[in-house]
């Protein structure tokens, strides 16, 4: 989607290594949002950012941390992956307004 | 969040109007209804958005009773380009300009040729 990326699209990693996921905006939106999905969840939120360093957690956030150092960009990352993280990533953004998300194309992550 | 219930599934013929239902009993005053639609497994796409009114945009229209315990969403003419799967959601609006939206598991649209 135009002003919003995700990387990497597809990754396979192994069970216990550390995994990094970007999500780049080029919108100047204050709000980001990791979810994951998987077959038969539908989309869960997994953490949240309401600004540059001001994030909060959301409904499925174990095993997960993330960082946002700057508007532009939201990382997301698993410090020892597990195979239960196997699942396709989204991020989204919206700015104030609530004029909905824009979401990312999303990053298939594999845990092996 | 007030929950939502819709069908899991529908079909609609092509060039046809697609009328998809949701049910939100537990809505409260100041809670929006969002459309969200996800084609295969892209990103979800925001349709449309409304509070009281029925809205109408250039993807589709929004009916929501006056009592708001349900909506329906209106894609007039529908193209095989809209085989996806629908999500109605309730979101209070949280006074930060964020919206946490949840996602359930949405109507899985069939447009049939």
């Known amino acids: 989607d135009a002003g919003i990326t995700q990387s990497p699209r597809h990754k396979v990693t192994e069970t216990g290594t550390p995994v990094t996921l970007r999500c780049h905006q080029t919108?100047?939106?204050?709000?980001m949002y990791w979810y994951r999905q998987d077959p038969g969840h539908g989309l869960r939120l997994i953490h949240y950012?309401?600004?540059?360093?001001?994030?909060d957690k959301g409904e499925v956030s174990d095993g997960y941390s993330v960082s946002r150092s700057k508007t532009e960009d939201f990382l997301l990352t698993l410090e020892s992956a597990t195979s239960s993280q196997t699942s396709v990533y989204f991020c989204?953004?919206?700015?104030?307004?609530?004029?909905?998300?824009?979401f990312g194309s999303g990053t298939r992550l594999t845990v092996v | 969040d007030a929950k939502t219930t819709q069908p899991p599934s529908m079909d609609c013929a092509e060039g046809r109007a697609a009328n998809l239902p949701c049910n939100h009993s537990?809505?409260?005053?100041?809670?929006?209804v969002y459309w969200y639609r996800q084609i295969h497994s892209q990103g979800p796409q925001y349709i449309i958005h409304?509070?009281?009114n029925n809205e109408t945009n250039e993807m589709a229209s929004l009916i929501i009773t006056e009592d708001r315990k349900s909506s329906t969403l209106i894609l007039p003419h529908a193209t095989l380009r809209d085989t996806a799967v629908y999500y109605c959601?309730?979101?209070?609006?949280?006074?930060?300009?964020?919206?946490?939206?949840?996602f359930g598991k949405g109507t899985k649209l069939s447009v049939i040729p």
């Open positions: 989204a953004i919206s700015g104030t307004g609530g004029y909905g998300y824009t």
């Open positions: 919108e100047n939106h204050r709000y």
């Open positions: 950012s309401y600004g540059v360093k001001d994030t």
């Open positions: 537990t809505i409260s005053g100041n809670e929006y």
């Open positions: 409304g509070l009281k």
């Open positions: 959601i309730v979101r209070a609006y949280s006074g930060a300009g964020s919206y946490q939206l949840t």
